[in-house]
């Protein structure tokens, strides 16, 4: 069973940018599509982004379109996210997630394995 753990959360100001990291254990992270999902209070989770095994192919929710970018270091089993001038509505708690397949997919229940979240705050 893989395990995930997200770093780089935190506060930021309305504008600000932050970087997102996703690691993964095990030998098999290049394999599959990977993803980012968030969860605001009182709200059901969103996708976020994903991106497909190699780094060629990606996807974006229409909110976050322009402004983040997925990536990926099969290298270093490592799965990112950039996320430039964040706004209060982007307030969350975001969770990278791993799919079963090796392609993009919006779908949280295309992803078999969550890790445990990193908490973004956008301030106004």
């Known amino acids: 069973q893989v395990q995930l753990v997200e770093s780089g959360g935190g506060l930021v100001q309305a504008g600000g940018s932050l970087r997102l990291s996703c690691a993964a254990s095990?030998?098999?992270?290049?394999?599959?599509?990977m993803g980012w999902f968030r969860q605001a209070p009182g709200k059901e989770r969103e996708f976020v982004a994903s991106?497909?095994?190699?780094?060629?192919?990606?996807y974006y929710a229409n909110s976050v379109k322009g402004r983040f970018t997925i990536s990926r270091d099969n290298a270093k089993n490592t799965m990112y996210l950039r996320m430039n001038d964040l706004q209060p509505e982007d307030t969350a708690v975001y969770y990278c997630?791993?799919?079963?397949?090796?392609?993009?997919?919006?779908?949280?229940?295309?992803?078999?394995?969550w890790g445990q979240g990193t908490q973004v705050t956008v301030s106004s």
């Open positions: 997630a791993r799919s079963r397949t090796s392609d993009t997919s919006y779908a949280p229940y295309e992803y078999n394995s």
């Open positions: 095990g030998r098999t992270f290049k394999s599959y599509a």
């Open positions: 991106i497909n095994w190699s780094g060629a192919s990606t």
